[in-house]
């Protein structure tokens, strides 16, 4: 009933139209006379039928017509030829009537499409004459719309008349073909790449993305430009939110950082993963840190046997539980198992790993916050070196089947001593004779949005007010989201030998600072507002990382986005006898721990003073490190977070 009412105006209006179209027709065929009124009469009602049926195939029938656009003229044309047919079926095949004049059916087609879209203009132009500029409020933000596409459109639609807070003053699009036009009644004013030009000549205080559909590369360089306006700028919802009615077009979102690595996320096919993990016994050293609790999730989801998830913070372990709970059915029996322990506890983990007979490893505990392992070496080096070497034995001998190594770009020609021991750590997993238990290592850069990176600490700093601290305007680091780190790690899982390095190809390093711009635009600030300081590199950092050494092979896997690196492989009794050395000498002096990785490491740098540009040189001794974390406040330091 609901929907007859909704449609009993628009079908009168448009009956009304067709009818006044015939007889204007009739009038124009015979000199403004009408003649053969017997002819006329009878195709009346056979036309109007045609011509609904015509509306009603090409979903024209309805009265929404203040949203018109391009595609319901379109749609108005195809209705009125349809019908057009329909009738001379009827007319000429059915009755065989041969008096209707072959001349009406074109001139009453002319005449039908152009009444029935002027219905559609007169009300368009009489929605958009109520609601001027007078109704814009003041306080209305000035915006400028990125896209004239389908969700452009959807926007504008729902901002008419609409108390959203913005006024929109323009378009801006790619197609040249669209310059010139409007968008309900709001003109294309030019292409993305003119928005420096646009925003001062229009009057912008922001602008908003409306390409959901938009790859990473093509969202980056609109990011880009934005940027370079020096004015906030957020993004519409994913195109499939839109669709599905999950969110409205106008609810708008800051452009999340994960969206901007600067190249499409690699996605990694993971239903071989689930295969192999199916009822598996699996275990998870830092289960608790940002790669290890996304591990973790994924792994449940992959329907283990068992998932045992092993972290001294008991705060963070208790977190994941409840993380987990939420993706477990409160009626099935619980699979993962919370396990406060340290992974460098031998006894402990001989007990864990024999008593559940655990199958796979994933190994991400460790320590790594470059400045921290500097000043920390024999606990660094017990940690990530001398635990990870003990634990591969325990899990050899209670006869599990796959280690997999949670590396870093870092131990890429390291300079840093958190960087060394990840190296170790790739070459002892490498180095193992090959046995019942297969190793491998994963080695990616930094992880956006992980807990001790810079965006988070970046976002602090904007919220207080502070200014944002960088160690060196040149620094350069790959990013990569979490859903990509875990999925590399789970797919090297599967497809991985004993003794292989796999590394995501993360595309082209990004500068710090460029992170820290964009920031300060997406949350509206300027750099008058919050300055960027530079504070030197501190101890072991780098400049730029590298992901393979120059004499490694970059082998293609059969995954596409991840790569194999075949490097030199040492003589693992060697090096084996230079770990019993290592370990002996942790309650020792730091300078005798340096000296035996270097001798381990033969391409460990330790880095020099660096010179910021118009700056003197900048160093930070280690002894005042902690001084200067409470004088300047959280730095954006050379962090890579597991």
Not at 295 to 307: A, D, F, M, T
Request: aromatic fraction near 8%; proline fraction near 4%; glycine fraction near 8%.
């Amino acid at each position: 009933m609901s929907r007859i009412k909704w449609y009993w105006k628009p079908v009168t209006l448009q009956s009304a139209a067709i009818l006044a179209s015939l007889l204007l027709s009739w009038l124009v065929r015979f000199s403004f006379h009408f003649r053969y009124i017997t002819v006329l009469w009878p195709a009346i009602p056979l036309l109007l039928l045609a011509r609904l049926i015509g509306l009603y195939l090409f979903h024209s029938l309805h009265g929404n017509w203040r949203y018109t656009g391009p595609t319901d003229l379109a749609r108005v044309l195809q209705a009125t030829v349809a019908g057009s047919l329909i009738f001379m079926v009827i007319e000429r095949g059915l009755l065989a009537n041969k008096a209707f004049p072959l001349s009406i059916y074109l001139i009453e087609l002319i005449f039908t499409t152009s009444f029935l879209v002027a219905l559609r203009a007169a009300v368009v132009l009489l929605f958009n004459g109520t609601r001027t500029n007078r109704h814009v409020k003041d306080e209305s933000v000035r915006a400028l719309v990125i896209g004239a596409g389908f969700a452009g459109h959807m926007l504008a639609k729902e901002m008419r008349g609409s108390n959203t807070g913005f006024h929109i003053v323009g378009f801006a699009d790619d197609d040249r073909s669209k310059l010139g036009t409007s968008v309900h009644g709001v003109p294309v004013v030019g292409t993305i790449d003119q928005l420096p030009e646009l925003v001062p000549g229009h009057d912008i205080q922001e602008v908003l993305i409306a390409v959901p559909s938009a790859t990473k590369s093509q969202l980056n360089r609109i990011v880009q430009i934005c940027s370079d306006t020096k004015i906030r700028f957020r993004s519409v919802p994913s195109l499939g939110d839109i669709l599905s009615g999950r969110v409205s077009v106008n609810t708008f979102k800051d452009t999340d950082l994960d969206d901007l690595i600067g190249r499409d996320k690699v996605e990694l096919d993971l239903a071989p993963v689930i295969e192999f993990l199916a009822d598996k016994v699996v275990m998870v050293t830092g289960a608790a840190g940002s790669i290890g609790s996304e591990l973790c999730r994924q792994i449940l989801q992959c329907g283990p046997e068992k998932l045992i998830c092993i972290d001294r913070d008991e705060t963070a372990l208790f977190h994941l539980g409840e993380s987990l709970d939420a993706l477990t059915d409160a009626s099935s029996e619980k699979k993962f198992h919370l396990w406060m322990a340290d992974a460098a506890d031998g006894s402990t983990m001989k007990k864990v790993l024999t008593g559940n007979h655990v199958q796979v490893i994933f190994h991400a505990a460790a320590y790594k916050h470059v400045p921290l392992v500097e000043a920390n070496v024999a606990e660094a080096t017990k940690n990530n070196v001398i635990a990870l070497w003990k634990l591969l034995e325990i899990a050899e001998e209670a006869g599990c089947d796959r280690f997999v190594l949670i590396s870093s770009d870092k131990a890429v020609n390291p300079s840093s001593f958190m960087g060394c021991t990840k190296r170790i750590g790739e070459l002892l997993v490498a180095s193992r004779p090959a046995g019942k238990l297969k190793s491998m290592s994963v080695r990616f850069g930094n992880v956006l949005g992980s807990q001790g990176s810079v965006v988070p600490t970046f976002k602090s700093q904007i919220a207080r007010g502070d200014a944002i601290t960088i160690t060196h305007p040149e620094m350069t680091r790959f990013f990569m989201a979490i859903s990509e780190a875990v999925s590399l790690v789970l797919q090297a899982s599967v497809i991985g030998g004993h003794g292989e390095i796999y590394v995501l190809n993360m595309g082209e390093p990004i500068k710090i600072v460029d992170l820290a711009e964009m920031l300060l635009r997406l949350s509206g600030k300027s750099e008058t507002e919050i300055p960027i300081q530079y504070t030197g590199l501190r101890p072991g950092e780098k400049l730029y990382e590298e992901l393979f050494y120059g004499d490694e092979e970059m082998a293609p896997t059969s995954i596409d986005g991840l790569r194999m690196a075949k490097g030199r492989i040492v003589n693992w009794p060697k090096l084996n006898s230079q770990l019993h050395q290592l370990a002996e000498l942790l309650d020792g002096s730091v300078a005798s721990i340096r000296q035996k990785v270097k001798e381990i490491i033969p391409e460990y740098q330790q880095p020099g003073v660096m010179d910021i540009p118009n700056k003197e040189a900048v160093t930070v001794p280690l002894a005042q490190w902690a001084k200067d974390q409470k004088q300047i406040g959280p730095l954006a330091i050379d962090t890579q977070i597991n």
